[in-house]
């Protein structure tokens, strides 16, 4: 059973590039939420989707946008990259309408902009 | 404004003894709680969770204990093994729509069990 896949697991983009992170989800899991995690500091929520529609956002600016697609696989798209955008980018995913559910983490894609 | 904060950065612990790591949180609508482990390199992996609801959850070495009057969660690893050294993260979430929402983490405690 294939856990939370992503790719790449590094990426190097000049400022004001553009670049596209993608996520696949553990099998059968419908939720997808992606984090940025700045060296010593904890994951920050970016955003999280269900069924192809963004639920839930956190403090970025619009430059961080996503999608969602029918097999539950997403894409973060980060516009513009400034400096500060180096981070490692975590995506999580879950299963919706659980009691307690955990949300399994992918190996993450280290970005460093330059 | 952390809502989730681990205060301390670092923690050593000899192998076979016990390690605690703290937690405390700011916003009292947090109904759930978890841990997760990080080795360099990898994402995050879930180890353990709490419902506000109860006080404590075992499981295995690990158990989590829940205070919340006094917005506290703490993990106690016994006994601390040398795999066990990693970085600890707490993390918080309140309902939305029905589900979890999404996490807020602390900062990490970095874990070293020295044989």
């Known amino acids: 059973d294939a856990g939370v896949t992503q790719s790449p697991t590094h990426l190097i983009k000049t400022r004001g590039q553009q670049v596209t992170l993608r996520c696949s989800p553990k099998?059968?899991?419908?939720?997808v939420s992606w984090y940025q995690q700045a060296l010593g500091q904890g994951p920050q929520f970016i955003f999280q989707?269900?069924?192809?529609?963004?639920?839930q956002r956190g403090n970025f600016p619009d430059r961080f946008s996503g999608h969602q697609f029918p097999n539950y696989s997403s894409e973060l798209n980060v516009n513009a990259l400034l400096l500060g955008d180096s981070a490692l980018y975590l995506c999580?995913?879950?299963?919706?309408?659980?009691?307690?559910?955990?949300?399994?983490f992918g190996q993450g894609t280290r970005l460093t902009v330059v | 404004d952390q809502q989730v904060k681990q205060n301390s950065p670092s923690l050593s612990v000899q192998e076979g003894r016990i390690s605690i790591l703290n937690c405390d949180y700011t916003?009292?609508?947090?109904?759930?709680f978890l841990w997760y482990k990080k080795y360099p390199a990898e994402g995050p992996t879930f180890l353990i969770s709490?419902?506000?609801?109860?006080d404590k959850n075992e499981d295995g070495r690990f158990t989590v204990f829940l205070n919340k009057s006094a917005k506290h969660l703490s993990l106690h690893i016994v006994p601390s093994q040398p795999g066990d050294s990693a970085v600890y993260f707490c993390?918080?979430?309140?309902?939305?729509?029905?589900?979890?929402?999404?996490?807020?983490f602390g900062k990490g405690t970095k874990l070293s069990v020295k044989p």
């Open positions: 993390a918080a979430s309140e309902e939305y729509g029905g589900s979890q929402g999404n996490l807020i």
């Open positions: 709490i419902s506000s609801i109860k």
């Open positions: 989707y269900y069924e192809e529609e963004e639920r």
């Open positions: 999580a995913s879950s299963l919706a309408g659980q009691d307690l559910p955990e949300a399994f």
């Open positions: 099998s059968g899991h419908d939720t």
């Open positions: 916003n009292s609508m947090f109904d759930y």
